[in-house]
Nanobody, 122 residues
Framework: QVQLVESGGGLVQAGGSLRLSCAAT????????MGWYRQAPGKQRELVAA???????DYADSVKGRFTISRDNAKNTVYLQMNSLKPEDTARYYC????????????????WGRGTQVTVSS
C-alpha cells in the first residue's frame, strides 16, 4: 500500500503564493503518476496538476501559468507551487497516486491523501 501525506495549505491573500507537499511512503514502486486534485464545497472534484515518474506534466486550464508541479524522486515527494492565487482557488487539495497518468485522470487511484485546505481571501 501507498500512503500519502499532504502539507503546506493555509490562508493567503489573493495574489499570494503557497507550496503544497505530498510525501509518499510504502509500496511506491508501482506508482508512475502523482497529482493534485481539489474540491470546493458544492463543486466537482478537479484534477489540478499531475506529473509522471518521467517528468511529464499536465495542468488544468484554470491554473496554467500560475501553478507548477514538480517531484523529488529521491524523497518520494511531489510539490505544487501555487502563485498568483485567486479566491476561486479556494478548495481542499488532495494528493493522489496512480499506476499511470490516464488512471490518475480517470480517478483510478492507488492512493489518496486526506487533503490540505487552501483558502484565498479577496
Amino acid at each position: 500500500q501507498v500512503q500519502l501525506v499532504e502539507s503546506g495549505g493555509g490562508l493567503v491573500q489573493a495574489g499570494g503564493s503557497l507550496r503544497l507537499s505530498c510525501a509518499a511512503t510504502g509500496s511506491i514502486v508501482s506508482i508512475n503518476a502523482m497529482g493534485w486534485y481539489r474540491q470546493a464545497p458544492g463543486k466537482q472534484r478537479e484534477l489540478v496538476a499531475a506529473i509522471t515518474s518521467g517528468g511529464s506534466t499536465d495542468y488544468a486550464d484554470s491554473v496554467k501559468g500560475r501553478f507548477t508541479i514538480s517531484r523529488d524522486n529521491a524523497k518520494n515527494t511531489v510539490y505544487l507551487q501555487m502563485n498568483s492565487l485567486k479566491p476561486e482557488d479556494t478548495a481542499r487539495y488532495y494528493c493522489a497516486a496512480a499506476r499511470g497518468m490516464e488512471l490518475l485522470r480517470r480517478g483510478d487511484f492507488s492512493s489518496w491523501g486526506r487533503g490540505t485546505q487552501v483558502t484565498v481571501s479577496s
